[in-house]
């Protein structure tokens, strides 16, 4: 079970993180937003890991907390896709 959660945390990281490029006009703002995601997912994970204790080795709760703050920006991604929409 922990190397799907793993397993299914790095296919989100990694298609969102394959995906700015496309949707995001400036080389600035592709930069922002892959430091933004990966810091706060670092620090999501990091925390999360830390107060789960021994319930899951705390790899896998990095990971999956990294995929759970990369999710909202997988649906915008996904819509964005869907409605054949531009840079912006």
Do not use: D, N
């Not at 995001?24 to 994970?45: C, N, Q, S, W």
């Amino acid at each position: 079970m922990f190397a799907l959660i793993a397993t299914l945390a790095l296919l989100v990281m990694i298609y969102v993180h394959m995906s700015i490029p496309r949707f995001t006009a400036t080389r600035r703002k592709r930069f922002i937003a892959h430091v933004v995601l990966l810091l706060v997912g670092l620090a999501f994970g990091t925390i999360s890991a830390m107060l789960s204790g021994t319930i899951a080795p705390p790899w896998v709760v990095i990971l999956g907390g990294m995929g759970v703050v990369h999710l909202p920006a997988l649906c915008v991604l996904v819509l964005k896709r869907f409605r054949h929409e531009g840079q912006s």
